[in-house]
C-alpha cells in the first residue's frame, strides 16, 4: 500500500536524491526535484506533507524555495540541507522562520526521518487546534450577546459594569427609573441591576415590567450595606442575586454576573426545548391517529371482503365480536384484551377468502374432505394476518376459534391449558351466534335453547367460565339484543 503522506525532496546531487529515497520511501509518497526551479513547479502543483530541500541548486536556492513553500503551505514543516562548508544561508532562513529544521551534509537519515515525522504530526495537530478554535468563535459570534441594563450610580455602578464588560457583556447604564423603564420595555434585556435604594415600590415595579416583558429575565439587587430588608425584597421578588457586603471582589462580581445572565439564557433554552417536544408530541399524536384510521380502513376493508364473498358471514362477524366483547366485559378484562378480542372476532373466519367456491358455497352437507378443506380457513386466516404488523394480535384467536378443550379440535388440537381465554370466548360467542342464527335450511334457536344445545359441549369443547358468563347476561337480558334470533 502507497503510504499517504507525499514529501518533497530537491536536491541537484543524484546521490542524494538516492540516499533520500530509499531511507524515506516506506513512510512517503516522494516528489523528487532535480533543482530549485522543479521543485517551485512542484509546489505549485501539490501540497506535500512536508520539504526537504537542498540549500545550493541551480535554478533556484533551497532558502528562496522554502521562502515561496512559507507563503504558499504556511503549515507545511520546512527542512533545509547544506554542505558543511555553506552555513551563512541556512542561519538567514533560520532567522527569518523559514525553515523548521536545518541539517548539514552528511545528512544522519534516520534523524532526519525521525524530525520530519515528529514536525508533521505536530503541524496537523496545530491544523487541527486551529479549526477547533475557528469553529468555537463561529459558534460564539452565533451567539446573541448578553444585555444588562444598570441603574446604579457612582463607583458600584461603574464597577458592575466593567464586570460586565469583562465577560463580554452589553451594558445599557440608566440615568433614572423612567430611563431604565424604557430600556427594559423595550425588549432583548436579559439582565436588569437596580439599587434597592431607589425605593422598594419603584424595585417591585421594576421586576413587574421585566418579568411582563419576559419572564426569563434576571434581576440583580444592589445595596451596599448589608440589610435584612434588602435580602427580604430580594426574596421576594424571585431576584437571581444580592449584592451586598461584603461587596464582590473585582473577579467574583464578574462571575456572580456571569450566574445572573445564565439564568435567562437556560430559562429561554428550557423554553425553546420544552416547545419542541411540545410539537414533536403533536406530530406523534396526529401520526398515530393517522395510523389508527389506517388501522380501522384495513379492519373493515378484510371483514367487507369475506362479507362480500361469504353472505352467511354478514352480520355473523360484527355479533360474534359484540357478544365476545360483553362477556370479556363480565370477565374483567383489560381493554387491551378486549380489544385483541373485538379485532379476532371481527376476523375469526377471515380466512373463507381462500376457501374455493364449490366448498364455501356448497348447499349440502360437505363430504370429509370438503370439511378438510373448510378447516384450512383457520390457517389460511392466520397466514394472512401474521404480515400485517396491526392485525397481528388476532392471530392466535383466527387460528384457533375453532379448537376444542379436550384436544379434538382444529388445527393444531390444543388442550384447554394451551388455549388462552381470549380465543375460548370468541369460540364460546361462535358457537352461540351459529346456534341462533337463521339458516337456510333451519331458523335460528332462541338463547334458552341455545344454552340447552351447548350444555354437552361444555367442558368438552366449551369453557364453562365463559358460557357462565353468556348465561349470566342473559339473565339480565343483555344478550338477546345481540343476537339474530331474539327468542
Ligand atoms: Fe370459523
Known sequence: MQPELELLIADDDPTIRDLCSRAFRGEFRLLIAKDGNEAIALLKATHPAAILVDEMMPGAPGSAVLRLAKEMMPEVPRLLMTASGDPAAAMEAVNHGEIHRFYTKPL???????????????????????IELQTLRQQKQKLPSTRVAVLCEGDNGDRIEQACGRRGFQVVRARNLNDLERVVGAGGVDVVVVHVGMGEPEVREVARLANNVDEATALVLVD?????????????????????????????????????????????????????????????????????????????????????????????????????VRCGEVLGLATMQLEVIRVGALLHDIGKIGIRDEVLYKPIRLTPVEFEIIKTHTTIGARILEGIESLVCAVPIVRNHHEKLDGTGYPDRKVAADIPLEVRIVSGAD?????????????????????????????????????????????????????????
Open 108 to 130: 544522519k537519515l534516520m534523524e532526519v526521518k525521525r524530525a520530519l515525522l515528529e514536525l508533521i504530526a505536530r503541524a496537523r495537530a496545530d491544523d487541527a487546534l486551529r
Open 431 to 487: 358457537v352461540m351466534d351459529a346456534i341462533t342464527s337463521t339458516r337456510p335450511y333451519r331458523p335460528g334457536s332462541g338463547a334458552d335453547e341455545a344454552f340447552e344445545i351447548m350444555e354437552p359441549m361444555v367442558g368438552p369443547h366449551l369453557d364453562a367460565v365463559v358460557i357462565d358468563a353468556l348465561r349470566g347476561l342473559h339473565r339480565e337480558g343483555r344478550l338477546t339484543d345481540l343476537l339474530q334470533a331474539r327468542g
Open 224 to 324: 451596599p450595606e448589608t440589610s435584612i430588608q434588602s435580602l427580604s425584597l430580594a426574596f421576594s421578588i424571585g431576584a437571581t442575586d444580592c449584592l451586598t457586603a461584603p461587596w464582590p471582589d473585582e473577579v467574583l462580581l464578574s462571575v456572580r454576573m456571569e450566574r445572573a445572565a445564565a439564568r435567562p439564557r437556560d430559562k429561554r433554552e428550557l423554553r425553546r426545548l420544552t416547545f419542541d417536544v411540545v410539537v414533536a408530541n403533536r406530530e406523534l399524536h396526529n401520526a398515530n391517529r393517522r395510523v389508527e384510521a389506517g388501522q380501522v380502513r384495513l379492519l373493515n376493508g378484510l371483514v367487507r371482503a369475506l362479507e362480500a364473498r361469504d353472505p352467511y358471514t354478514a352480520g355473523h362477524t360484527d355479533r360474534v365480536a359484540d357478544i365476545s
